[in-house]
C-alpha cells in the first residue's frame, strides 16, 4: 500500500512539473494595439489604440503615443502590436485638426509578436 502511495505521489508530481514546462510563452505584461496614426513627415503622432489591456493596466481604447523606431520594420496603420508600457504621461500640449492626438505619451518596449 506505501509502495503505491509514493509511486502515485512521484508520478503525479513528474506530470505536474512537466505540464509547466509545457505552457506557452506568454508574455502577460504586454498590451496589444493597433495603429490607428503614423507620423509620416507630417507633423502628425505614431499612436496605438489599445485593443487588449493587462491586468490593472490603463484600459481598453486609450490612445499612447510612442516612438516607431523601436520596431525593426516598417509600421503600417491598421496593424496590430504588442507591446510593454515602461512608463507614461498624460498629453498635454498643442492640438490641431489636421492630426489625431493622443490620452497620453508612452514610453514602449516591444513584445514578441503572438
Known amino acids: ?11 503525479a ?3 505536474l512539473i512537466g505540464g509547466v514546462g509545457c505552457e506557452k510563452d506568454i508574455q502577460n505584461d504586454c498590451y496589444s494595439g493597433i495603429i490607428v496614426s503614423l507620423n509620416e513627415r507630417n507633423a502628425c ?14 484600459s481598453v481604447g486609450t490612445n499612447l503615443a510612442f516612438y516607431s523606431g523601436l520596431f525593426d520594420r516598417k509600421l503600417e496603420i491598421g496593424e496590430t ?9 498624460k498629453w498635454v500640449g498643442p492640438a490641431n ?3 489625431l492626438w493622443p490620452h497620453y505619451v508612452a514610453q514602449i ?5 503572438k
Do not use: P
Not at 81 to 86: G, N, Q, S
Open 1 to 11: 500500500m506505501r509502495k503505491g502511495t509514493i509511486l502515485f505521489t512521484v508520478i
Open 13 to 15: 508530481l513528474f506530470l
Open 45 to 58: 503622432n505614431d499612436i496605438v489604440k489599445i485593443d487588449k489591456s493587462i491586468d490593472n493596466g490603463l
Open 81 to 89: 502590436i504588442y507591446f510593454k508600457v515602461l512608463s507614461y504621461e
Open 97 to 99: 485638426a489636421s492630426c
Open 109 to 113: 518596449e516591444v513584445c514578441q509578436s
